[in-house]
């Protein structure tokens, strides 16, 4: 396909990594921080310390009982565990009776909406849906902003993002009403931590070589680990949360400049037919690379116009595309579950990491610092043992991580062990998941895809509150779901085609076409997994039959 071929020796001129790519990944990965700030904002602005009843009689506003003093121990009922309770005492007639007022263990935080609106005992639903609903806009964003940016350009969605969540970041520190804050709380999210984050991912996959990607790709997963880390910091730093919630939306300020600096992508010019843009854009990257090379501007553009006038009657290509054949279909719904099941297990091990005990911050900056060896891990062995092995293996590791820990005595040595564990190779596979998804499916809906995957995360991650939610009624339930769906999303993986090495679709066409027929097992036993990747020469007329199909459904 001619395009296809002028554009490919385009960007082989650029080369795979060099200054120009370097200065634009390095605007493109604060995206991923700043999403990892917002995303997990609420660890820290809605905190629920310990608590327990208040006592009358006994605690005060000056003063607060020892926890463990014998009036409180006279007047709070004992768990199973040794524990004083959290949301029953006992009344006038020595009898269990369901508390109003609470008090708050300081040590670590002494101001939090999840304090000052109590989001425990009964009012546990309201923390549950506050992440929720932080969730669902993330999924908003995922489902509208990705296709936006396909129609309209990476760089516009993802420039207007950035300005979005520095306004709405810092007007969620006013709001004190509930309902209102959920409502900003929304926004705040689906432009915060979906917008920006994916329109930045997929530029950086569009504008380096293969031979980088997977390095790229993983180090881009990094910086969202290092917005996790400065969460902590600014959490462990800052103990008032509206300080705290304005700091954080603040970070958006690192994305203004992008809207002078940052460029388009050129592979989404070029299938735009914008030939022209892509051509300057390339040329400015290879002046910044110091390289000599001249690109012959009207010799590119007429071969992509001569394209684009056999193209001028073809239909718009839209999400649902990716389920009118059967091999995109397949790949679609399998990755779209992978996306749920890796959401769920990383976001159900996060915010149950209140069940370790210690020190938050210090848990959370570990919960961050984890993440970094497994990205490590996948930077070295994914060129080596493929995307399809890795992300599997990752899985099903991570998922029987999940089921042990739920068996296992709480706040144990032994359960974080595997606890982290669990998070290690999960971190790993969600990882794999954005590098595995944009080199699946082809440019003109690659965005689409990817948004379309992160919905069903956030999906997942919307689910996740409620799920932690079933402890009460037994504390192994909420980790055995995890794993549970972990596996089986880990099983089905094998029957996605392997990407490692293989040029990127471009065409709906060539997003058939690749790897079809290919799963794990037939590898395994031997098939020559050459054969299962055809050429564009030798199926262009395949692909042609169709892209005709396509325009009759």
């Not at 917002?38 to 009358?56: D, F, G, K, Q």
């Not at 103990?239 to 690192?254: A, C, T």
């Not at 997003?511 to 299962?532: P, V």
Request: one cysteine or more.
């Amino acid at each position: 396909m001619d395009k296809d071929q002028a554009l490919e020796e385009m960007m082989g001129k650029l080369g795979d990594f060099g200054r120009y790519q370097c200065f634009q990944f390095i605007l493109h990965i604060l995206a991923a921080m700043t999403a990892g700030i917002h995303m997990l904002s609420l660890v820290t602005v809605a905190a629920v310390p310990e608590h327990r009843c208040w006592i009358n009689g006994v605690d005060t506003v000056e003063s607060v009982a020892a926890w463990n003093s014998s009036e409180i121990l006279a007047a709070i009922p004992i768990t199973v565990d040794g524990q004083i309770e959290s949301c029953y005492m006992y009344n006038e007639l020595n009898k269990t009776a369901k508390c109003f007022k609470w008090v708050y263990d300081n040590k670590y935080k002494s101001s939090s909406r999840g304090i000052d609106w109590n989001f425990v005992c009964d009012n546990r639903w309201k923390g549950a849906i506050t992440q929720t609903v932080f969730m669902l806009g993330v999924l908003t964003g995922a489902a509208t902003l990705g296709g936006m940016a396909d129609k309209f350009g990476r760089k516009i969605i993802f420039c207007w993002s950035g300005v979005l969540q520095l306004i709405f970041g810092v007007i969620a520190a006013f709001i004190s009403e509930f309902w209102m804050f959920l409502l900003v709380q929304y926004f705040y999210a689906l432009f915060g931590s979906a917008g920006s984050f994916i329109t930045g991912f997929v530029l950086t996959m569009e504008m380096v070589g293969k031979s980088k990607r997977t390095v790229i790709g993983i180090v881009f997963q990094c910086a969202f680990s290092l917005g996790i880390i400065v969460v902590a910091v600014w959490g462990a730093l800052v103990d008032n949360w509206k300080i705290l919630q304005v700091i954080y939306g603040l970070h958006g300020l690192l994305l203004i400049p992008h809207i002078w600096l940052m460029d388009e992508s050129p592979r989404w010019l070029w299938a735009q037919g914008r030939a022209k843009e892509a051509v300057e854009i390339v040329q400015k990257g290879l002046k910044c690379n110091r390289s000599k090379e001249i690109l012959e501007k009207d010799r590119i553009v007429a071969k992509r116009k001569t394209e684009k006038l056999k193209d001028v009657d073809g239909p718009s290509v839209t999400t649902l595309d990716l389920f009118k054949t059967p091999n995109l279909r397949m790949k679609t719904i399998n990755v779209c579950f992978c996306w749920f099941a890796n959401s769920l297990v990383y976001y159900g091990l996060i915010l149950n990491m209140s069940k370790i005990k210690g020190n938050p911050y210090l848990i959370m900056t570990f919960f961050g610092l984890v993440e970094l060896p497994s990205y490590a891990a996948v930077s070295y062995l994914l060129d080596i043992w493929g995307r399809r092995p890795m992300i599997s293996s990752m899985m099903l590791i991570g998922g029987v991580a999940c089921v042990i820990a739920g068996y296992l005595q709480s706040a144990s040595i032994a359960s974080t062990t595997t606890i982290m564990a669990g998070k290690f190779f999960i971190t790993g596979s969600f990882a794999i998941i954005y590098n595995y998804t944009a080199e699946l499916f082809p440019t003109v809906v690659r965005n689409s895809v990817l948004g379309l995957g992160s919905m069903c995360a956030r999906l997942s991650g919307a689910l996740t509150p409620f799920i932690s939610l079933l402890d009460s009624f037994d504390p192994q339930v909420p980790t055995v779901i995890f794993g549970v769906i972990a596996l089986i999303s880990g099983f089905f993986t094998t029957f996605l085609p392997e990407t490692m090495g293989q040029p990127m679709p471009q065409s709906l066409a060539d997003g058939e076409m690749f790897g079809k027929g290919e799963t794990c097992f037939l590898s395994c036993y031997g098939r020559n997994k050459s054969k299962l990747y055809s050429t564009q020469d030798e199926t262009s007329d395949a692909m042609i039959s169709i892209e005709h199909t396509n325009e009759k459904v």
